[in-house]
C-alpha cells in the first residue's frame, strides 16, 4: 500500500516537477519513514537520491552540491554527521538543512546506534 501512495503522489500530485524538470530532494519525517519497512520503501521509491549519508542511513540521510548551494538532509538529527555551517565546503554561499526530530519513539523499538 504504501508503495502505491508513493506511486500516486510522483505521478500525481507532483506530477508538473517532472514536467518542468525541477529536481525533488525529499527528506524523512514521522510521516513518511515511521518504522523500518517504511524506510525501506523510501530509499525504493527514491532511489534518485545519494546514498552518502552516515552509515545505516544511506538514501535516508545525504547531501548534494548544486553550484554554491549545499543541501544536506538528515534523517536522525542526533546522528548528525556534517559539521557546522562554519565548517562549509569551499565554494558553499549558501546551506540547508531540513531535518525531523520526532516527537514519539517509533514503536518498532529501540533503534540501533549508529556511531
Known amino acids: 500500500m504504501l508503495r502505491e501512495q508513493w506511486a500516486y503522489w510522483r505521478k500525481t500530485e507532483m506530477r508538473w516537477l517532472d514536467q518542468k524538470r525541477i529536481p525533488l530532494y525529499m527528506s524523512t519525517s514521522n510521516h513518511n519513514t515511521y518504522d523500518y519497512g517504511s524506510e525501506e520503501v523510501f530509499r525504493e521509491v527514491h532511489p534518485e ?6 552509515p545505516g542511513q544511506e538514501g535516508l540521510a545525504y547531501f548534494i552540491r548544486r553550484g554554491s548551494l549545499l543541501y544536506v538532509s538528515t534523517h536522525q538529527p542526533d546522528r548528525l554527521w556534517v559539521k557546522d555551517g562554519s565548517q562549509a565546503p569551499e565554494g558553499v554561499e549558501s546551506s540547508l538543512f531540513p531535518s525531523h526530530a520526532p516527537n514519539e519513539p517509533r514503536g518498532t523499538g529501540p533503534r540501533p546506534t549508529v556511531n
Request: no cysteine; aromatic share 0%; proline share 33%.
Open 49 to 54: 537520491l545519494p546514498r552518502n549519508g552516515p
